[in-house]
Nanobody
């Protein structure tokens, strides 16, 4: 059973920056896709950023140019660097990994953008 643990969420002012971390219990080098999703109150979960097999990255339209996803295979950790944060970025952010066709999820970390 793969475990994913997010950290780094919190309260930040509009225009600020925050970096989320996702620590995996196994060697992420063997993972297929790995990425971040978010869910705001009353809304569906949406894609934020994904690193595909081979290193190609996909970003949600609303975060392009502001967020950067990257992973460190040596520490089995994936990161989401967020900048120019907006109030509409407020959500619970989830780490996800796909391994041999099966999806795994973390418990989520709250990000609140407010003045």
């Amino acid at each position: 059973q793969v475990r994913l643990v997010e950290s780094g969420g919190g309260l930040v002012q509009p225009g600020g920056s925050l970096t989320l971390s996702c620590a995996a219990s196994e060697n992420i080098f063997n993972f297929d896709d790995m990425g971040w999703y978010r869910q705001a109150p009353g809304k569906q979960r949406e894609l934020v950023a994904v690193i595909h097999v081979g290193g190609r990255k996909t970003y949600g339209e609303s975060v392009k140019g502001r967020f950067t996803v990257y992973r460190d295979n040596a520490t089995n950790t994936m990161y989401l660097q967020m900048s120019s944060l907006k109030t509409e970025d407020t959500a619970v952010y989830y780490c996800s990994a796909r391994i041999l066709g099966r999806n795994y999820w973390g418990q989520g970390t709250q990000v609140t953008v407010s003045s």
